[in-house]
């Protein structure tokens, strides 16, 4: 655990004794119901909160073109903006596609298509329940299914996914990873711990997904796949996050061949997403300046 994301309160206001009434629930329910326990682990940690959208991004919505992708048993819904190369915009968790809203106007002044899309059980595509392997299966699909995928501008468990696309596609792609995740088996224990959940169903849960989709969690962890990405990359991430400490963001700097990293402050976690510097930063990376500036 790092201890900055902590505080006498335990994880973001989330109150000790909460935690241990949490802890001690969970705890006696999987000693007698295992099989009920991991049910009701998936349903209320892998259900992510809905996203407020603004009436200037519905506006910008029913301007695009729409499509929609089936994942397994699940409709995923894409919009595209504009003509040229495309530019894939890739939400975390709890976000959506037009949380990205304000690199489409630039990215089509510059000469770019968008492609923004829901992730399932996120915005208005479909499904309850989601986790991060379909994350991984969504920007692939989405890529598949876009001619001229020139770039990724993605967001935190977004960025994670997209090291992953840039694994399969083998660097034909230039990355801007804006608060990005490095240790992902780490933050999704964390997510655990933060609200005191007995481990032991909560790694059942991982472990059944693992199952479900082929590959282990660390296989498609950036800790893993860091070495091998071959893609320029610009990493943006702001010194004051307390969802994702910057050192996550530096240490991925490390391993990245071809990167670049810009550090801001005092924009978090998602703001930076509404910065106008950081749009400039990522549009004039896409236009050819390796290091955004």
Not at 81 to 99: F, K, N, T, Y
Request: hydrophobic residues 40%; charged residues 20%; without cysteine.
């Amino acid at each position: 655990m790092n201890k900055t994301s902590a505080n006498s309160n335990g994880f973001y206001g989330q109150s000790n004794l909460s935690k241990r009434l949490v802890y001690t629930f969970t705890k006696f329910i999987w000693l007698i119901a295992p099989g009920f326990t991991t049910q009701f682990i998936f349903r209320m940690f892998f259900s992510p909160k809905g996203f407020k959208t603004s009436e200037s991004q519905k506006t910008m919505l029913q301007k695009a073109e729409v499509f929609h992708i089936t994942l397994r048993d699940k409709t995923v819904k894409v919009w595209k903006w504009g003509e040229g190369p495309a530019v894939v915009l890739a939400h975390g968790w709890g976000g959506r596609g037009i949380q990205l809203s304000e690199f489409i106007s630039p990215l089509i002044d510059s000469g770019h298509s968008v492609i923004a899309y829901d992730n399932p059980a996120h915005g208005d595509s479909g499904g309850i329940n989601t986790n991060y392997f379909e994350f991984v299966e969504t920007i692939k699909a989405v890529y598949d299914s876009t001619d001229g995928v020139k770039a990724v501008i993605a967001h935190s468990f977004g960025a994670a996914a997209a090291l992953n696309l840039d694994d399969a596609v083998k660097g034909n792609i230039k990355l801007v990873l804006i608060s990005p995740i490095f240790y992902l088996e780490e933050e999704i224990y964390k997510y655990a711990r933060m609200f005191g959940l007995y481990e032991a169903p909560y790694k059942k849960v991982i472990e059944e997904l693992e199952l479900k989709h082929g590959f282990n969690l660390s296989d498609v962890s950036p800790s893993t796949l860091s070495e091998r990405v071959s893609s320029q990359s610009l990493i943006i991430h702001d010194e004051l996050d307390k969802i994702t400490p910057i050192s996550q963001a530096t240490i991925l700097r490390k391993y990245l061949k071809h990167s670049k990293i810009i550090k801001t402050y005092g924009l978090g976690h998602s703001r930076l997403l509404k910065d106008i510097k950081t749009v400039d930063h990522a549009i004039r990376f896409l236009n050819g300046s390796q290091n955004g500036k």
